[in-house]
């Protein structure tokens, strides 16, 4: 086995004991694998060893692979024969990162999820410039729940104003939230973060305002995806803990 197999399955095997512990099903958690400033290569063996969603942070370098990924997918659905339409779409790309307006076009014609939407703009954008024969953009609000400074996203209180806003948007649909909190110093501080993001959706959620309910909450990343879970994460983003460590600086 290949070191992104083992770790791919040393992280499943984390999501699963961390439901456990925390009384939830293993099936209610998606694991995200992050493949920022990873190549082409790297997802084909995830993708082989049964990992379907990818997160993506830089619009072009992500574009590139999925375009790589997709005409793969479509040499292999030739080579045996079956409909390629059905091998492409077994996979599925998050939009992770910052999204700039002159970007909006490009995510929002190869991406199939934004996970870090904090702009009524940037999501008008979207929706008017998703093609019309994909499905709907699949949308998360970015909130910034502890003020860090070096991040995007929307303060708490501006939250259900922008999901409310998200629901009229003929080509997107409104899926959940998204938080990357600050590294805590153990546990339960960042349970604690986690759960203001839990809150944040709960209330969003039981107060009637969306016709939808969210059934996405983005949460939890290599170093606290348990902590996340425990929160009541329904998707950790992983990276590190399949990939490897990143020489880049990324955002
Ligand atoms: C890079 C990144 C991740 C993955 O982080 P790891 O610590 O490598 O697991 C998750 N979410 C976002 C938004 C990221 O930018």
């Known amino acids: 086995m290949t070191t992104i197999v083992l770790n791919l399955q040393r992280v499943r095997e984390r999501i699963t004991t961390a439901c456990v512990a925390a009384g939830r099903d293993p099936a209610c958690v998606r694991l995200l ?28 370098e992500g574009v590139e692979k999925i375009l790589l990924l997709r005409a793969w997918q479509a040499g292999q659905g030739a080579q ?19 999204v700039q307006s002159n970007k909006t ?13 904090d702009r009524l703009k940037i999501a008008q954008r979207l929706s008017e410039q998703r093609p019309p024969h994909l499905p709907p953009l699949q949308i998360c609000l970015q909130v910034n729940v502890d003020g860090g400074v070096n991040k995007s996203g929307l303060t708490p209180a501006d939250v259900q104003a922008l999901a409310q806003e998200v629901t009229q948007l003929p080509r997107l649909a409104l899926r959940g939230l998204m ?5 805590a110093i153990n546990f ?7 759960k203001r993001v839990k809150a944040i959706f709960d209330h969003i959620n039981s107060s009637g305002v969306l016709p939808v309910p969210m059934d996405t909450l983005s949460l939890g990343m290599t170093a606290d995806l348990e902590a996340a879970i425990h929160a009541g994460s329904t998707m950790v983003r992983v990276g ?12």
């Open 105 to 117: 076009r490009l995510v929002a014609e190869h991406f199939d999820w934004v996970q870090s939407v």
């Open 188 to 194: 339960i501080a960042a349970c604690a973060l986690h």
């Open 240 to 251: 590190t803990a399949i990939f490897g460590g990143r020489s880049r600086a990324t955002g």
């Open 33 to 60: 694998a992050v493949s920022k400033t990873f190549g082409a290569d790297a997802v084909m063996e995830a993708l082989l060893a049964g990992q379907r969603a990818f997160g993506e942070n830089y619009i072009a």
């Open 80 to 98: 045996s024969g079956e409909q390629s339409g059905a091998a492409a779409n077994a996979l599925e790309w998050h939009c992770i990162g910052p």
């Open 179 to 183: 938080a990357i909190p600050e590294p």
